[in-house]
């Protein structure tokens, strides 16, 4: 299963980068710089906005579809989605089957004045700290990696530091423990990490089940104005659309196309 192998790769490269930079010493950086920041969880924030709100996604490659973008001038791809209204910017940052890198996040941070999520399979918490370090205002934690135990400590660990975490489900029983682990934010991902099929209903059906108080978040398979305009009336608040907007020449145009906005 795919997310079993992005799993155990991942588990590699933290233990790997902990010979460089001890847990100790991530958690305490980690800790100064929350001390320090006066503003917090911008990423929930920038998603209660009026009317549907978009994280816009910064990705090179994918497991299922291979190189999306050749030309990957990831920089000026950000300022393009913040310029366009972007509420939030996503960035990969999993090396091996996304191709994305840490530095491609902390470039873009410095670049841009939105919150930034970093999108990677956290399975430690010295990630969670390390997401912190590099800038990041958010981070994405998967229902389906993480036992409820370990979800509410990660989620106690993100309130620690400021960062906000969009929960990843799937199904009925995914969302409720992200409810019962205390998410604030909750995303359904249309796509089964397990199948790599998508059915874009996934979102709608499923958004009942989550209370209005939390922000709920639709990921995958969005390509067109029909489907953010169902998603609007669903009452979801963001959409979450990476392969779209990174296939896209004129990604301006197309995140105007896809919230229904008149463009020239």
């Avoid at 929960?167 to 423990?177: G, K, L, M, N, R």
């Avoid at 934010?185 to 089940?209: E, H, M």
């Avoid at 020449?249 to 919230?259: I, Q, S, W």
Wanted: charged content about 25%.
């Amino acid at each position: 299963m795919i997310l079993d192998t992005i799993a155990e790769a991942t588990a590699l490269r933290v233990a790997n980068q902990k010979k460089l930079v001890s847990p100790k010493e991530m958690q305490e950086a980690a800790l100064r710089i929350a001390k320090a920041q006066q503003h917090r969880f911008p990423f929930e924030q920038a998603l209660l906005r009026e009317d549907i709100n978009f994280i816009c996604e910064v990705k090179k490659a994918s497991p299922s579809k291979g190189i999306i973008a050749e030309d990957f001038p990831y920089v000026q791809i950000a300022r393009e989605y913040e310029q366009a209204g972007a509420a939030a910017i996503s960035v990969l940052t999993e090396p091996r089957f996304f191709l994305g890198k840490d530095e491609y996040l902390e470039e873009i941070v410095n670049a841009v004045s939105i919150p930034v999520l970093r999108k990677d399979f956290t399975i430690d918490p010295y990630q969670i700290y390390q997401a912190k370090t590099l800038g990041a205002s958010a981070v994405l934690l998967i229902c389906a990696l993480l036992e409820r135990p370990v979800l509410r400590e990660y989620l106690d660990i993100c309130r620690q530091l400021g960062l906000s975490a969009l929960v990843e489900a799937h199904d009925e029983q995914e969302i409720q423990t992200a409810a019962d682990a205390g998410a604030r934010i909750i995303g359904v991902n249309n796509r089964n990490l397990k199948t790599f099929d998508v059915d874009i209903q996934n979102s709608r059906r499923l958004r009942a089940l989550v209370p209005e108080s939390v922000i709920f978040v639709a990921e995958s398979g969005i390509r067109t104005a029909d489907d953010v305009q169902a998603l609007r009336d669903a009452g979801v608040h963001a959409v979450l659309i990476g392969e779209s907007l990174m296939r896209s020449p004129d990604k301006t145009k197309m995140l105007h196309t896809l919230r229904g906005d008149a463009y020239d």
